[in-house]
């Protein structure tokens, strides 16, 4: 959640207290505050993280899940090899 969307939310909730509408400026201010705080400790505590923090960790792991799938790949090669007594097909070496 961004911080546009907290203070949203807070400001929508203080606006939706009943006698709120037109009263004490104060009083509404403190209120959002309030639920701005509330609401950012709720947050924190679900550890919640953005959309592009996600991608970003989704790109990572798509990465990491072709590397192993090569690496499997690879290794296989080199088992068949080993029980065959010769190299394996790709012996060439692996560079990153």
Do not use: C, I, W
Not at 23 to 30: A, G, I, N, W
Not at 39 to 60: A, G, N, P
Not at 77 to 93: F, I, V, W
């Amino acid at each position: 959640m961004t911080a546009n969307t907290v203070d949203e939310l807070a400001r929508k909730l203080a606006e939706s207290v009943p006698g709120m509408k037109g009263s004490v400026s104060t009083l509404r201010e403190d209120l959002e505050r309030s639920f701005r705080a509330l609401l950012d400790s709720t947050f924190e505590r679900m550890e919640l993280v953005t959309r592009e923090e996600f991608d970003v960790q989704r790109k990572v792991l798509e990465r990491t899940r072709e590397k192993l799938s090569a690496l499997e790949a690879r290794l296989s090669d080199y088992e068949g090899a080993d029980t065959k007594g010769g190299k394996p097909e790709n012996s060439q070496p692996h560079s990153d």
